[in-house]
């Protein structure tokens, strides 16, 4: 037997227990004041979970109204300290102060939703509204922040790792056990194109979710930008050697992303997700790039907002991620008429 899996065990017990005392009323849920959409996920890891917050953020925005999305910042220096990371149409805080993914969707939606990383949603919530007439949440990973009452919760499935391994953390990756997915008001198939069939995954789902509405989407490749921080101007050409690297959760997902998109990819390298970069990594990225013989880099937008300090000599791009629901115009329905 494997030795962690009692911790897993009792982990899960300890989560069906909160849950437990959020439905009897034991643990209370406070209402934000304004229409509340989450959007979150059963796993550690990524699941695609940021660039549909911004689809989402789009969206409301589009429809009128004042969105303010409400993150934890993980990564960034200081956790229980409040951050805004952008108001508005300007950027106020840095990877550093904010965390990678804040601030990767803070540049993507400058003009169109306020950011705000706080570990307390709900005080941040209530200094949003007075500050800036709110009129609409977002919560970034909220599926187990349940103190925050949400009028919409939305949930994201890996199609290439979907249950954890069905095991419970630290024995697997599963953050709550799967039949707790029970709470979902939608249920977002993400990367649905890596996998030969998502029948069983969606068989599942609707089994312990009758009632949720389930989505598939897909993540491609809209352009590659080159980063600040690079040598020259070039145009990105695919059928040149690129070597690619990332710190994110789920990194294969991403060369896969890059390979469906034609890139001819010498290599990779992969870091801790929400790693900070220095000097020496750049050296060594390089290095590796050139022994691979690869003349271009490749990496993601949310590592982009951590190397804006550092210099390359190699090109280095930006793959920007664009979002691929299968029912565009039914989700943008189920968003707006919360």
Request: charged share 25%.
């Amino acid at each position: 037997m494997n030795l962690i899996a009692p911790f897993g065990i009792l982990y899960g017990y300890i989560t069906d227990l909160r849950n437990y005392f959020y439905v009897r009323g034991i643990f209370k849920t406070i209402d934000l004041g304004a229409r509340t959409i989450s959007v979150g996920n059963i796993t550690t890891g990524g699941t695609g979970k940021t660039p549909l917050v911004a689809l989402i953020a789009n969206i409301l925005a589009e429809h009128g109204e004042k969105v303010c999305i409400l993150t934890r910042g993980y990564g960034r220096k200081d956790e229980n300290k409040r951050v805004v990371v952008c108001s508005r149409d300007t950027m106020v805080a840095d990877a550093e102060l904010a965390g990678d993914e804040p601030v990767e969707l803070a540049q993507q939606l400058l003009g169109r939703a306020i950011i705000i990383a706080d570990a307390d949603r709900v005080a941040a919530a209530n200094w949003a509204k007075d500050n800036f007439g709110i009129t609409t949440f977002v919560l970034d990973d909220g599926y187990q922040h349940r103190r925050a009452k949400r009028d919409l919760d939305i949930v994201c499935i890996d199609a290439t790792d979907p249950f954890g391994k069905g095991r419970v953390l630290p024995a697997g990756r599963l953050r709550e056990p799967v039949a707790n997915l029970k709470r979902a008001s939608s249920i977002v198939i993400t990367r649905a194109s890596l996998v030969n069939s998502d029948d069983e995954i969606l068989k599942k789902v609707t089994a312990i979710a009758p009632d949720a509405l389930i989505f598939r989407c897909d993540f491609r490749i809209k352009e590659f930008r080159p980063l600040e921080a690079t040598p020259e101007r070039a145009e990105f050409d695919p059928d040149e050697k690129a070597f690619a690297f990332c710190a994110l959760g789920n990194p294969k997902n991403f060369f896969e992303t890059l390979r469906r998109a034609g890139v001819n990819l010498a290599g990779e390298l992969c870091f801790p997700d929400h790693y900070k970069y220095n000097h020496e990594d750049v050296s060594a990225i390089e290095n590796a790039a050139k022994s691979a013989g690869a003349s271009r880099l490749i990496t993601t937008a949310k590592d982009a907002v951590k190397l804006q300090n550092l210099q390359f000599s190699l090109p280095c791009f930006v793959g920007v991620i664009e979002t691929v629901i299968d029912d565009p115009v039914r989700f943008r329905e189920l968003v707006i008429s919360v």
